[in-house]
């Protein structure tokens, strides 16, 4: 079994998910298997969940259970997937988005400044868009809507014209040539700055933010009423779409009210306020600092 993160807000995010024992669960971003393990802790003999994961490393992880089933293939294909195998409803869906500490803790992988390796950043390895790609291809314009939309960064034109200046001389391949061309960023600013151009390109590679739309929405086809969404997200663009859709079943626009003032939303939050992990959790795993959780009961 290959080593993965302390799953985040464990006990809160499963007991948010399970109403029945008996249910039909997935767990949409099996990683290391932390969260799996727990809900199949919690489901009687009877339950079942799926499990699903792109990243072919998360089958070292998978759980002997006759309850359980990992699915290889990315979440925004939760239904179909769901569907070949016979079920059409779910008790209650699971999904812990972001990059997992094995992923980050591998230097080839790409998703990490501490370590020199390629700029690749694929989920899905047999995928062929990588990081190093999107600097050596994709157009100024381009690059610098990738940098301002995924990475929220203010200088982002800036920051892709240096790209493609310096590609001209050397096409990018690794992660220490990236970071040598912002080495003059301020020492006091250069990781935070480092830290949104790399989920900005990792966003782009893994076509993330699309994914979890379409998971999203997928979400209210497939929960049974009653039956819960539990989402932790850790970035502001994550946390914005899921909690705009918790609300009112949209990602953008004003939905249509009737003349009472209300309108049909799929789901009802659970909380009025965001669920963040206490001090304790955040200083036995650091990583679980910026995790956001949002619960809401479909109706």
Sequence with gaps: MMEYHNPVLLNESIDALIGDPNGVY????????????????????????????????ARENTIQDERFELVMQNFRFLKNNLRYRGVKTVDGILADLGV???????PQRGYSTRFDGDLDMRMN??????????????????????????????SARRMAREVVSERKNQPFETIEQLKQLFSYIPKNK????????????????????????????????????????????YHSLEDRLVKRYMKTGMFEGEPEKDVFGNWDAPFAPTHSKVIVPTEVEIERNPRARSAKMRIAIKN
């Design 26 to 57: 997935v767990d949409c971003t099996f990683g290391g298997g932390g969260h799996s393990r727990e809900i199949l802790n919690r489901l009687s003999e009877n339950g079942k969940l799926f499990s699903f994961d792109q990243d072919e490393d």
């Design 100 to 106: 997992s500490s094995h992923q980050f803790d591998t």
């Design 125 to 154: 390895q047999s995928q062929k868009l990588t990081a190093a790609e999107i600097l050596n291809e994709y157009e100024e314009a381009q690059l610098a809507d990738v940098f301002y939309n995924y990475g929220e960064l203010r």
């Design 190 to 233: 250069e990781n935070k700055v480092l830290a949104q151009l790399f989920q900005s390109l990792r966003i782009e590679v893994n076509d993330e933010m699309s994914a979890l739309r379409e998971l999203l929405l997928q979400c209210g086809e497939l929960i049974a009423p009653g039956g819960s969404l539990v989402v932790i997200s």
